[in-house]
């Protein structure tokens, strides 16, 4: 899992004990899902916002973001996020 600011993931368990650290909650709204294939697997791009706290209490809506997943054989194999939101 690839996150802005290069930050890279192998385990879900890091990624999320990173987030805790930043996050106090965060939503997704999601508005639109495009899926292609490709040699690697199924690409499926996701398009939404976010909103949600920090970990200091400031707030933040309508942030705008990017998701890429990569499946293969029924797994997920690659994720891959843009957004706004400040490193």
Request: one cysteine or more; proline letters at 3%.
């Amino acid at each position: 899992m690839v996150y802005p600011g290069d930050a890279r993931f192998s385990r879900l368990e890091d990624l999320a004990a990173q987030m805790a650290q930043r996050y106090r909650s965060v939503r997704k709204r999601f508005e639109r899902f495009d899926e292609m294939p490709a040699a690697e697997g199924t690409v499926v791009y996701c398009f939404g916002t976010l909103s949600g706290e920090f970990a200091d209490g400031r707030r933040f809506e309508e942030v705008r973001f990017i998701d890429r997943f990569t499946v293969k054989d029924g797994l997920l194999v690659d994720h891959r996020v843009w957004n706004d939101l400040p490193r």
